[in-house]
């Protein structure tokens, strides 16, 4: 069964550092989202993205934040000057066109020193 | 401000035994809901999703939808003690267009005890 794969697993950085986090969505979905996750709190919406543009964005998703499709198959997120409090789980989800339905990949465990 | 609120829980209960999750949301604009399963450290699961009032079954697994009450659960049949993890209630309100996101409650933790 197809599924929605992310890399790194998991990814240390300094603050003020760049990171970026990947994610290959199901190959025939149309429509991509990262969400994050700060340790015991809810699944935060950050941003959605269909035809090549953001769909929207959450007011998490400020300046230091970007998404990118580079090619047909990935889906990546960048975080320009990483904060402290940017410590989360991120999760990449994708979903096929006319439905709403999501499926979420396995996510990145980000960690700012 | 839209909301999607659950009980923290924990919630415990036998094996065997029916597990009921309860959540409420705020715009009465919603349109599709959803139950996903999280285990500890991990992503969350699609279980089910549902879009009108009423009653949906699937396995051990049945969703239940209150437009009026503005009240969403899911029941457990038959719980095992792999049942055991965070059931998150998500929702999708209404913004225009083709947009999808989902905003989620904090989650209940349910325990299965053999």
């Known amino acids: 069964e197809p599924e929605v794969t992310q890399t790194p697993s998991h990814q240390v950085t300094q603050m003020g550092q760049e990171v970026i986090l990947r994610c290959v969505p199901i190959s025939n979905h149309l429509y991509f989202y990262w969400y994050r996750q700060i340790l015991g709190q809810k699944v935060e919406f950050l941003v959605s993205f269909y035809n090549n543009e953001i769909s929207e964005k959450s007011e998490i998703f400020d300046d230091q934040f970007s998404v990118e499709r580079p090619d047909g198959s990935n889906f990546t997120l960048k975080i320009r000057s990483t904060k402290l409090e940017d410590s989360a789980m991120y999760f990449c989800?994708?979903?096929?066109?006319?439905?709403?339905?999501?499926?979420f990949g396995p996510g990145t465990r980000l960690t700012v020193l | 401000q839209k909301e999607v609120e659950q009980n923290s829980g924990p919630l415990s209960v036998p094996e065997g035994a029916i597990a009921s999750l309860n959540c409420t949301y705020s715009d009465r604009g919603s349109q599709s809901f959803f139950w996903y399963r999280q285990y500890s450290g991990k992503s969350p699961e699609l279980i089910m999703s549902?879009?009108?009032?009423g009653d949906k079954e699937d396995g051990r697994f049945t969703a239940q939808l209150n437009k009026a009450s503005q009240y969403v659960s899911l029941l457990i049949r038959d719980s095992q003690p792999s049942d055991s993890a965070t059931y998150l209630c998500?929702?999708?309100?209404?913004?225009?267009?083709?947009?999808?996101?989902?905003?989620f409650g904090k989650g209940t933790l349910l325990t299965v005890n053999p």
């Open positions: 989800a994708s979903g096929p066109e006319g439905t709403d339905t999501q499926y």
């Open positions: 998500a929702a999708r309100f209404y913004s225009g267009g083709s947009n999808y996101k989902l905003t």
């Open positions: 549902i879009y009108s009032n």
